[in-house]
């Protein structure tokens, strides 16, 4: 087998770059962060405009959140259905025990275990579907519902602290 020789070529796509150095950054030896002075500084070698910088940094630091959020949404939906999950296994052992206990067979309780384990399944996928429309629709509601308490509750404690003053 013989080996592929590579061609470097003589100008890159900015995608290129962007790749290049994010790879070159990745394999430093002394792996430590950079600090945001020396970000100035290879955007200045760079010659990447203050503005741009400046605007690019922005944008990640929304970037940022918004997969903070999406996590922290993620999180609180498999909570939720891992509480429903165990609300399901006690009720339904209890139901299981008490038509074990007074029919000596199972009988009606497997309805209620099949019928609401169903269900459970069903949610179970939507809930740990990260992507899609009706992931995004999901997740624009909880914001938009945790958005709502934060702007209530700022408002209740600027009203506690005007009725106190």
Same mark, same amino acid.
């Given at each position: 087998?013989?080996?592929?020789?590579?061609?470097?070529?003589?100008?890159?796509?900015? =995608?290129?770059?962007?790749?290049?150095?994010?790879?070159?950054?990745?394999?430093?030896?002394?792996?430590?962060?950079? +600090?945001?002075?020396?970000?100035?500084?290879?955007?200045? =070698?760079?010659?990447?405009?203050?503005?741009?910088?400046?605007?690019? =940094?922005?944008?990640?630091?929304?970037? @940022?959140?918004?997969?903070?959020?999406?996590?922290?949404?993620?999180?609180?939906?498999?909570?939720?259905?891992?509480? @429903?999950?165990?609300?399901?296994?006690?009720?339904?052992?209890?139901?299981?025990?008490?038509?074990?206990?007074?029919?000596?067979?199972?009988?009606?309780?497997?309805?209620?275990?099949?019928?609401?384990?169903?269900?459970? +399944?069903?949610?179970?996928?939507?809930?740990?579907?990260?992507?899609? =429309?009706?992931?995004?629709?999901?997740?624009?509601?909880?914001?938009? @519902?945790?958005?709502?308490?934060?702007?209530?509750?700022?408002?209740?404690?600027?009203?506690? @602290?005007?009725?106190?003053?």
């Amino acid at each position: 087998m013989s080996e592929v020789e590579f061609q470097t070529p003589q100008s890159y796509s900015p =995608e290129d770059i962007q790749q290049i150095l994010h790879l070159a950054l990745a394999r430093r030896n002394d792996q430590e962060e950079l +600090s945001r002075e020396q970000l100035w500084e290879i955007a200045a =070698e760079l010659e990447i405009e203050p503005l741009s910088l400046v605007a690019a =940094e922005q944008e990640w630091l929304k970037q @940022k959140a918004l997969t903070k959020k999406r996590l922290e949404f993620t999180q609180f939906r498999r909570s939720q259905w891992k509480q @429903k999950a165990v609300r399901y296994v006690i009720v339904n052992s209890f139901l299981l025990f008490l038509n074990l206990l007074s029919a000596g067979t199972l009988s009606w309780s497997l309805y209620i275990l099949l019928l609401w384990g169903l269900g459970l +399944s069903l949610e179970g996928l939507k809930t740990f579907q990260t992507q899609g =429309e009706a992931y995004e629709q999901a997740f624009q509601r909880w914001q938009f @519902k945790n958005e709502m308490k934060e702007s209530m509750a700022n408002l209740w404690q600027r009203l506690k @602290k005007a009725w106190q003053s």
